[in-house]
C-alpha cells in the first residue's frame, strides 16, 4: 500500500452504472520517509470518508475490491484508511494531530 | 515473494472494517543481496509477529489478500515470513 | 512460466500456515541476474539448478489444496 495525501474530490455524472454513490478523490502519493509528493496524482473510491487534506493508505490493483463498497465496481486504487502516525525507526514522520516532521504541511 | 525490511508503523484509526487488527509496517523493499532497493511502501503483517528491523518476505496484488482469513480484505502487499537466514542473500539476522 | 536458477534457500520460522512445512528458495530468472523472486519448491530442486518457475493467482491454492494460498510463485520442473 502507499501512502498519500487527498488533494481533491472528483465528480462525473456520466458513468459505470456501478460507480454511483462512490466518492472518487483525486491523490497524491507521498514518500513515506520525506513526505514529499511522489508521482502522479491518482483517482481513488474513497470508502473511509476522507477530506481533503487527509493523508490516507492507498490500495492498488485487484485490492482495490476487496471492500464491502467497491466489491463489484471497476475500480483499481481505494482509499482503506487515514493516517494517524507513521513512525519510522523510532521517529514520528508523520503525525494526523500536527505534530508532524516533514509528513505534513 | 520480495524481501523487505520493517522499518517502521503505520497507525490509523478511521479504516476498513476488515482492517481492524491488523498491523501495518512500513517496509523498506530490498534488492536480493538484501540492499535497499525503491521507495518503501506498506504492508500488512500475516504473521502478526514482525517488527522493526527484522528481513522478511512479501506477497503482492491478489497474493496479498489471500494471506488473511477475512473474506475481503483490501491490502495488496502482506508479510508472510520473518527471515530468519539465508546464506545466499549472506543473512545472518539476529546479530543486526 | 520462466527458467530461473536457484540462489540458495530461505528460512523462515515464523510464516503463513500456508508456508508451513514447504522449502522456500531464492531464485532469480536466467535472463535477468539482477531481479529474483522467493519461491516455493515442491519438486526438490537444488542449489544451482535450472527451474521452471511460474504461477498465477490461484496456482498454488490448486496445487497445494488450500482454501487460501498467499503464494506468488512456484517452482514447478527442473530442466534437464
Not at chain 1, 82 to 87: A, F, P, R, S
Not at chain 2, 48 to 59: K, L, R, S
Not at chain 3, 33 to 51: I, K, L
Not at chain 3, 65 to 79: E, F, Q, R, S
Amino acid at each position: 500500500m502507499q501512502m498519500a495525501r487527498v488533494a481533491g474530490t472528483v465528480v462525473s455524472t456520466q458513468k459505470d452504472p456501478k460507480l454511483v454513490g462512490l466518492k472518487l478523490q483525486l491523490v497524491r502519493p507521498l514518500d513515506i520517509l520525506t513526505g514529499e509528493d511522489a508521482g502522479r496524482p491518482l483517482v481513488a473510491v474513497d470508502t473511509v470518508g476522507a477530506g481533503i487534506g487527509d493523508v490516507v493508505m492507498i490500495v492498488g490493483g485487484s485490492s482495490a475490491r476487496q471492500t464491502d463498497r467497491t466489491a463489484s465496481s471497476p475500480v483499481d486504487l481505494a482509499i482503506v484508511s487515514i493516517i494517524d502516525l507513521v513512525e519510522v525507526e523510532g521517529t514520528t514522520v508523520y503525525d494526523r494531530r500536527g505534530f508532524a516532521g516533514e509528513g505534513s504541511q | 515473494m520480495k524481501f523487505g525490511k520493517v522499518i517502521g508503523t503505520v497507525v490509523s484509526t478511521q479504516k476498513d472494517d476488515n482492517l481492524t487488527g491488523v498491523k501495518l509496517l512500513v517496509i523498506q523493499p530490498l534488492a536480493q543481496d538484501l540492499t535497499p532497493k525503491g521507495p518503501a511502501y506498506i504492508a500488512a503483517d500475516a504473521t502478526g509477529q514482525a517488527g522493526t528491523g527484522q528481513i522478511v518476505t512479501i506477497v503482492f496484488s491478489a497474493d496479498a489478500t489471500q494471506a488473511f482469513p477475512q473474506r475481503r480484505i483490501p491490502v495488496d502487499a502482506s508479510v508472510v515470513g520473518i527471515v530468519d537466514d539465508c546464506t545466499a542473500a549472506r543473512l545472518s539476522q539476529g546479530t543486526r | 512460466m520462466y527458467l530461473a536458477k536457484v540462489i540458495g534457500p530461505v528460512v523462515c520460522t515464523v510464516k503463513h500456515p500456508a508456508y508451513e512445512g514447504r522449502t522456500m528458495l531464492l531464485i532469480s530468472p536466467i535472463d535477468a541476474p539482477d531481479e529474483y523472486e522467493v519461491a516455493v519448491d515442491y519438486v526438490g530442486a537444488g542449489v544451482g539448478d535450472t527451474v521452471i518457475a511460474g504461477g498465477a493467482p490461484g496456482v498454488a491454492k490448486s496445487v497445494f489444496n488450500l482454501d487460501k494460498a498467499p503464494i506468488k510463485t512456484l517452482i514447478m520442473g527442473i530442466v534437464d
